[in-house]
Nanobody
Framework: QVQLVESGGGSVQAGGSLRLSCQAS????????MGWFRQAQGKEREAVAA???????SYADSVKGRFTISENNAKNTLYLQMNSLKSEDTAIYYC????????????????????WGQGTPVTVSS
């Protein structure tokens, strides 16, 4: 059974940093694309970043230059380093994993991610 467990969320002031972690189990780690999504209150869930099996990365325009997606294969863990946080980054952040190869152009599509974590909340106060 595949499980994705996020951690590292919390409250921080604007301009601060947080690092989210996603521990994967029961999954052939990093054979396929993994990503981070977020959902702010009253808004639809949106893609934040993704990393492909060839370690290429993709980012939403709103987080480029501030967020970095990375991984530790030995620990089966995906990370999201978030710097220069803004109040608009406040959301619940979800880790997600694909179960087959999809074209990189689909990285923003929720439907191509089969496995999801329970989410970890991030609150940025101004």
């Amino acid at each position: 059974q595949v499980q994705l467990v996020e951690s590292g969320g919390g409250s921080v002031q604007a301009g601060g940093s947080l690092r989210l972690s996603c521990q994967a189990s029961g999954y052939t780690y990093r054979r396929y694309c993994m990503g981070w999504f977020r959902q702010a209150q009253g808004k639809e869930r949106e893609a934040v970043a993704a990393i492909d099996s060839d370690v290429s990365t993709s980012y939403a325009d709103s987080v480029k230059g501030r967020f970095t997606i990375s991984e530790n294969n030995a620990k089966n863990t995906l990370y999201l380093q978030m710097n220069s946080l803004k109040s608009e980054d406040t959301a619940i952040y979800y880790c997600a994993a694909q179960s087959r190869d999809w074209s990189r152009e689909f990285w923003r599509w929720e439907a191509v991610y089969k496995y999801w974590g329970q989410g970890t909340p991030v609150t940025v106060s101004s």
